[in-house]
């Protein structure tokens, strides 16, 4: 599958940004996807995660509160709306997809997946 972010962009401190990660070429629905982020000079670390069909969701403990990850199936998209930005924010995000292994299956770590985005920049200045 291909995936596609999009919907970064730079926001004062406290604004909102609204990143979409759209999918082609296999069924969409078959995965779990994710969201991951990586700021200069530091390790991709986890964001969010949600299953195929959008009953399970999981967050770092860093955007919990502020973040929201969902899914449209019908249009191979998945979104993270980022509320109460702050600077620490700042990083590129990148979407992935990783094979669903049960109905609830999500996964935090970034070795399960195989299919990555490539990323797109979210700036928060402060």
């Known amino acids: 599958v291909q995936l596609q972010a999009s919907g970064g962009g730079l926001v004062q401190n406290g604004g909102s940004l609204r990143l979409s990660c759209s999918a082609s070429?296999?069924?969409?629905?078959?995965?779990?996807m994710g969201w991951f982020r990586q700021a200069p000079g530091k390790e991709r670390e986890f964001v969010a995660a949600i299953n195929w069909s959008g009953v399970n969701t999981d967050y770092a403990d860093s955007v919990k509160g502020r973040f929201t990850i969902s899914r449209d199936n019908a249009k191979d998209t998945v979104y993270l709306q980022m509320n109460s930005l702050k600077p620490e924010d700042t990083a590129v995000y990148y979407c992935?997809?990783?094979?669903?292994?049960?109905?609830?299956?999500?996964?935090?770590?970034?070795?399960?997946?195989?299919?990555w985005g490539q990323g797109t920049q979210g700036t928060v200045s402060s």
């Open positions: 070429g296999r069924t969409f629905s078959s995965y779990a």
């Open positions: 992935a997809g990783a094979t669903s292994r049960s109905h609830y299956y999500l996964s935090i770590n970034k070795n399960d997946y195989l299919y």
